[in-house]
Structure formats: structure tokens, C-alpha cells
């Protein structure tokens, strides 16, 4: 039965297909993963090979030439065996569509087929250290020197920061432009490259599979040819590209609260206390309805807002509604579905545990929730 109004027997043949892929090549490594606290390139690679990176590039470059609607797919799958798969979303969703809209043919056909191929992975530099979610007061300078950028700066939280190989780098080309944010341009830094060094791997809460790191740049030669787009439109190129990020984020957080709520049924009925299943105590059936309702609720939300954007529609102000409100509701069906599973939902061997920890930075990433709210209120005329 296909999940959204928009799925055709192709969507179905394409999810059956990733799922089966992903009993066979994830699951089974996903806790010696969060263990080891990597996912290995060959898995990158076999999602390449698979055609489960980057599908909407065009043909021309070696893509499917495939809407976003696929991304969708991808991005419930890879929810649904767990969030340290966040990375291929980043690389999919988020960073290669900067390459697609505002690169040149050159800069499409030299980078393009490897993103495909999972030769190379990307990652989107934005965040530093003194600078979150302030995009216009970014540090990180890079200054012209002929025939190349000298990038000079600090990022940290970058996903995909160890495994990366293509580093989209948000920095100051006119660190006196008035306002701030027209002197912000796109980088394209390649791994490699003098004077760009990638830090430590971050320990975090959770998410312990994903590569978090910070970058350093020291008088890195960046080749003019690397500048995505056209210097000083890097923060309109952000704005735009945003909406489709926090849509990806909103996807995810309602497919960890489908999961949660599965694996916490399930539990619930075989669990005995008092002499009869959990599930007869009212309390728990109570939990159990309040979830559901969120749930399909978010859901109806969720498919209505995808169909918005598939017709390219404006929806910063709705996305900004999902990515907060379905990213708070699985946090607190997180702490819900903990709760039902007693003692044992505190165990790292139960998968409600993991999800618990994972959870939190939904509503960090990508925007705090509270931006979202600020987006709102200013596009309520507030």
C-alpha cells in the first residue's frame, strides 16, 4: 500500500528495493557502527552502485534524473534503521543540490559523477564557533589573491567531517559589505588541499555512528574556479536551499516517531506486570492513543507540505512548522515510549534507548526550533 497520495508502482519497486538493500548491507553493522563510532565508505560506495546517491542529478552527469520524491524514499528508509544515517540525506538532499543549481557545467561534470559513485562525500561548512545560527556573521574569511581565495577560519558540528572529501565552505569574501550578508560567497574546498585540516571526530550524545568534526583553514589556496555561483550571493544561495534541508529533517523526525511507536507497541503487549500486558493498563493504552493522533497528524501535515514542495511552491513558512513542531513531537514521544519500556528502555540493547538519544538534536540542526519560530512569527506579519 503506498504510503503517499504521489507514489506510483515505481516508487514501491524503488522502496521495496532500498529496503532489501538495507536489511542486507546496514542493519546487521549498524550497532558495531555506533560501537565503532563510523560508517565505513564501502557502504557509501555500495549505496552508489545501488543508485541510492544523489538520484535527482541528471542523466548527463550519471544520475537518474529523479524527483525529489525519491529522496523521500531514501530518507525514510535510512530513518527507519537509524538516524546516524543522517549523513547520506546531508550529502543527497543538502549539499550536492548547491552544485545542480548554482555550479558550472565544469564544476557539475568534475564533481558530480564521484558524489553519484560515492567516491566522494560531502559536507556543508556553516557552523563555527562563535557563530551558529547567525549565518551573516560568519567568521571565516576568504580573500581573493589572483587566481585564488586564501581561506583563513574555523568550522565545527560539520557532519560528514571525517569521511568528506568535498567541503562546502560558507565564508567572508567581503568581510566590510554592508549588510553584513552580501559579503558571503560559496567555496568549494577539496580534501587535500594546503592549509585545510580536518580536527578531531566529536564525541556527542548521540548519533554515534555519524562523523561529526570540526575543519581548521589556514592560508588555504582555494582555486577561483571552486566559487559556487557568484561571489557575495552565498547567503540568498542559503536561504534558498534551506527549505528543502529542514524538509528532510521534518521527514526524518516523523519516521523515528512511526519507529518509536511501532517497536513500543510491540513491547507494551508482550510486557507483563501485575499478571497481564502493559498494554491493558489504561495509562498506557491513553500514551499509546495521544501518539497516535500526533502522528497521524504529522503525517497528514507532512505529505501535504511534500506535495507543496514537489510543485515548487514557496513553503518556508510551513516547512518552518514541520521541522519545529515534528521535531518536538518526536522528542517527546521519545521520552514517552522510554518510559513504557520500564528499566529496560534505559539498556542500550533496546532500540528505544538509542532513539531517545538521537532525538534531542532534531531541534538543533538545521535551524533551532527557535528560529523556526522567529521565521514564522515574521511571516505572520508579527
Known amino acids: ?32 557502527w555506533e560501537k565503532e563510532k563510523a560508517i565505513p565508505i564501502s557502504f557509501w560506495k555500495r ?65 558530480l559523477p564521484n558524489c553519484i559513485s560515492g567516491d566522494s562525500i560531502t559536507a556543508i561548512a556553516m557552523t563555527e564557533p562563535g557563530t551558529g545560527s547567525d ?9 581573493l589573491d589572483d587566481e585564488h581565495y586564501v581561506l583563513n577560519g574555523q568550522k565545527t558540528f ?16 567581503n568581510p566590510k559589505a554592508e549588510p553584513k550578508h552580501k559579503g558571503i560567497s560559496l567555496l568549494m574546498v577539496e580534501e587535500g588541499t594546503p592549509g585545510f585540516t580536518k ?5 556527542k550524545v548521540g548519533l554515534h555512528a555519524q562523523d561529526t568534526a570540526e575543519l581548521y583553514f589556514e ?30 529533517v521534518a521527514i526524518a523526525a516523523q519516521i523515528a516517531s512511526e519507529d518509536m511507536f511501532e517497536i513500543t507497541m510491540e513491547y507494551v503487549k508482550s510486557r507483563k506486570a501485575f499478571g497481564k500486558a502493559v498494554s491493558s493498563f489504561q495509562n498506557t493504552q491513553f500514551k499509546l492513543a495521544e501518539m497516535a493522533t500526533k502522528i497521524e497528524l504529522g503525517k497528514s ?13 514557496d513553503v518556508v513558512t510551513k516547512v518552518s512548522m514541520a521541522k519545529y513542531w515534528l521535531t518536538e513531537t518526536a522528542r517527546e514521544i521519545s521520552v514517552e515510549c522510554m518510559q513504557l519500556h520500564g528499566g529496560y528502555g534505559y539498556m542500550e540493547e533496546y532500540k528505544i534507548a538509542r532513539r531517545y538519544r538521537d532525538i534531542p538534536v532534531a531541534s538543533i540542526y538545521a535551524g533551532t526550533n527557535e528560529i523556526m519560530k522567529v521565521i514564522i512569527a515574521k511571516n505572520l506579519g508579527l
Open 1 to 32: 500500500m503506498a504510503r503517499y497520495r504521489f507514489e506510483t508502482e515505481d516508487h514501491e519497486i524503488f522502496r521495496q528495493s532500498l529496503r532489501k538493500f538495507l536489511q542486507k548491507e546496514a542493519v546487521p553493522f549498524y550497532d558495531t
Open 47 to 111: 549505496l552508489g552502485e545501488m543508485g541510492f546517491l544523489c538520484p535527482q542529478v541528471e542523466e548527463e552527469f550519471g544520475g537518474l534524473g529523479l524527483d525529489f520524491s525519491y529522496s523521500v524514499i531514501i530518507s525514510e528508509e535510512l530513518e527507519r534503521v537509524g538516524t546516524s544515517l543522517v549523513g547520506v540525506g546531508l550529502h543527497n538532499d543538502i549539499v550536492v543540490p548547491y552544485i545542480e543549481s548554482f555550479g558550472s557545467k565544469e564544476q557539475k561534470q568534475r564533481w
Open 135 to 143: 549565518l551573516a556573521n560568519v567568521q571565516t574569511t576568504a580573500i
Open 158 to 173: 560539520i557532519t560528514n567531517g571525517i569521511n568528506g572529501s568535498l567541503f562546502l565552505v560558507v565564508v567572508k569574501t
Open 199 to 203: 580536527g578531531r571526530k566529536l564525541d
Open 219 to 248: 592560508d588555504c589556496r582555494v582555486p577561483i574556479g571552486n566559487l559556487i555561483g557568484e561571489e557575495g550571493h552565498g547567503f540568498s544561495y542559503l536561504m534558498e536551499k534551506l527549505q528543502q534541508e529542514r524538509l528532510v
Open 301 to 313: 501535515f507532512l505529505e501535504s507540505l511534500i506535495e507543496d514542495h514537489l510543485a515548487g511552491k
